[in-house]
């Protein structure tokens, strides 16, 4: 069954640090893997997707990278904004739906 | 493109009411997905639409549960004899699978419905 991780739990930083996010997942036979953004009482927004073939994608000030083999994928946020403040979701797609991990929830400071 | 649509956005209701929610989706998305989220957990799979054909339901959708989608537009999902633990959000997605599977199709999510069963 797979089981997807994410770390830290939550994270509280000042406005302007770049960071990491981290997701890992236990069953390597994924089709691809998803990072989401979800609001306070809101649905969640698409950030990015990295097929399984690939080994990051990049928009704006993120970057996130999928290492298939073991399991894992970092999110990277580069000169944090206030505004960056949300919960982070990631979720690996098996046979036709999507397995989310528990999410980090990050606090950017002035 | 207006993104999915839920309605309500909120409900309250007392402990055996029946209540339905409903999901439009993003017009040409032939996918529907709902899930399940409880406060600090990730969502979790329900059931899944590819035009009016319900194709997979997850353990979790007991029989008090109910999903159609009967013209491939929008869909409804129904929750029986409401027990406290269905208070949850329920959020609704949707995709374009273009005949290789929705592998490499973003989902797009709603704003949820939250249930509060008193």
């Known amino acids: 069954k797979q089981e997807v991780t994410q770390i830290p739990a939550a994270l509280s930083v000042p406005e302007g640090e770049n960071l990491v996010l981290n997701c890992s997942f236990t069953?390597?036979?994924?089709?691809?893997l998803q990072w989401f953004r979800q609001d306070p009482g809101k649905g969640l927004t698409s950030l990015l997707l990295?097929?399984?073939?690939?080994r990051e994608q990049t928009s704006g000030r993120l970057n996130a990278s999928l290492d298939k083999s073991s399991g894992r994928s970092t999110l990277y946020i580069a000169a944090s904004q206030p505004g960056d403040s949300a919960t982070y979701l990631c979720?690996?797609?098996?046979?036709?739906?999507?397995?989310f991990g528990t999410g980090t929830r990050l606090q950017v400071f002035p | 493109d207006t993104g999915v649509s839920q309605d309500p956005r909120h409900k309250i209701t007392k402990r055996g009411q029946n209540v339905t929610f409903r999901c439009d989706p993003i017009?040409?998305?032939?996918?529907l997905y709902w899930y399940r989220q409880t406060l600090g957990q990730g969502p979790e799979f329900l059931t899944y639409?590819?035009?009016?054909?319900?194709?997979?339901k997850s353990r979790l959708l007991s029989d008090r549960f109910s999903a159609e989608r009967p013209k491939g537009s929008f869909s409804t999902l129904e929750i029986q004899r409401t027990e406290q633990g269905d208070s949850a959000m329920y959020l609704c997605?949707?995709?374009?699978?273009?005949?290789?599977?929705?592998?490499?199709?973003?989902?797009?999510f709603g704003n949820g419905t939250r249930l509060t069963v008193t």
């Open positions: 997605a949707s995709s374009l699978d273009r005949g290789s599977g929705s592998y490499n199709s973003p989902l797009h």
């Open positions: 069953d390597s036979a994924i089709y691809n």
């Open positions: 990295i097929q399984s073939s690939q």
């Open positions: 979720a690996v797609t098996q046979g036709d739906k999507l397995i």
């Open positions: 017009s040409e998305h032939n996918r």
């Open positions: 639409f590819q035009n009016e054909a319900q194709l997979e």
